[in-house]
């Protein structure tokens, strides 16, 4: 049977093994800190690429032109890279307004972002998609 003195008393081989036990933790959680950090700024540096290729699209679904399209969401890349703060630029990518062109129903646009994650990890690139639809309405030039 247990009395309280025998309670109270520390067994003298276990004297540090607390200490111990923290030194082989705390790296280990902090490790995990640091990733959900990183994932967290992936996962927002995400939303943004994919906000800009929507913006990007939305501009360009209302041109007239195809050249019009192209800088409509050129500038609409730019506006979205000043309001990120920095961490996250965007480009447009592959050749930039895809599908504006006769009988076609949307526009679509691809843009590459590149997020800067901080000194242990560096820099990601992420791409976004998005599709806009074309007013069948509108009289729009193919033309140059």
């Given at each position: 049977m247990l009395t309280p003195g025998a309670l109270?008393?520390?067994?003298?081989g276990e004297r540090g093994s607390m200490t111990v036990e923290f030194v082989i933790v705390a790296?280990?959680?902090?490790?995990?800190?640091?990733?959900?950090?990183?994932?967290?700024?992936?996962?927002a540096a995400r939303g943004q690429a994919?906000?800009?290729a929507r913006d990007a699209a939305r501009a360009a679904s209302i041109a007239l032109n195809p050249g019009?399209?192209?800088?409509?969401?050129q500038g609409a890349v730019t506006t979205d890279n000043a309001s990120n703060g920095g961490d996250v630029t965007c480009a447009l990518a592959g050749g930039g307004v895809q599908g504006f062109a006769p009988d076609s129903p949307s526009v679509s646009?691809?843009?590459?972002?590149?997020?800067?994650?901080?000194?242990?990890?560096?820099?990601?690139?992420?791409?976004?998609?998005?599709?806009?639809?074309?007013?069948?309405?509108s009289a729009r030039t193919y033309g140059p």
């Open positions: 109270l008393r520390r067994d003298s790296p280990v959680l902090i490790v995990l800190m640091l990733f959900l950090v990183m994932a967290g700024r992936v996962v994919d906000g800009t019009a399209a192209q800088e409509l969401a646009i691809t843009v590459q972002c590149t997020v800067a994650l901080g000194f242990p990890f560096g820099s990601w690139t992420l791409s976004g998609y998005a599709v806009a639809p074309l007013d069948p309405f």
